[in-house]
């Protein structure tokens, strides 16, 4: 059984900071890649940042340069550094985990509402 646990959501203004963490328990052999997707009402879900290594990474082009992922494999943890927060961003942000032989698995999600 695998559980993804989310923190670091939250209510913050127009230019401000939050910090996203996720963790991956259970009986895990190895993660292959983790990463974040966000989801406002009526929209489709979309990719935010992903990272299988610390040199093979994807954002999205709305948050490049103002966000950042990263992973502690060692506690098997992704982190999603999130600096110069638009109204926009607003939205229930899911961590994600693709475990190998296991498959995906999803957080519960995390709000973050940017205010202007």
């Not at 996203?20 to 052999?29: R, V, Y």
């Not at 983790?34 to 990474?57: D, H, N």
Request: hydrophobic share 35%; glycine share 12%; charged share 15%.
């Amino acid at each position: 059984q695998v559980q993804l646990v989310e923190s670091g959501g939250g209510l913050v203004q127009a230019g401000g900071s939050l910090r996203l963490s996720c963790a991956a328990s259970g009986s895990i052999f190895s993660i292959h890649s983790m990463g974040w997707y966000r989801q406002v009402p009526g929209k489709q879900r979309e990719l935010v940042a992903t990272m299988v290594s610390a040199s093979i990474t994807n954002y999205a082009d709305s948050v490049k340069g103002r966000f950042t992922i990263s992973r502690d494999n060692a506690k098997n943890t992704v982190y999603l550094q999130m600096n110069g927060l638009k109204p926009e961003d607003t939205a229930v942000y899911y961590c994600t985990s693709y475990i190998t032989t296991m498959g995906r698995y999803w957080g519960q999600g995390t709000q973050v509402t940017v205010s202007s």
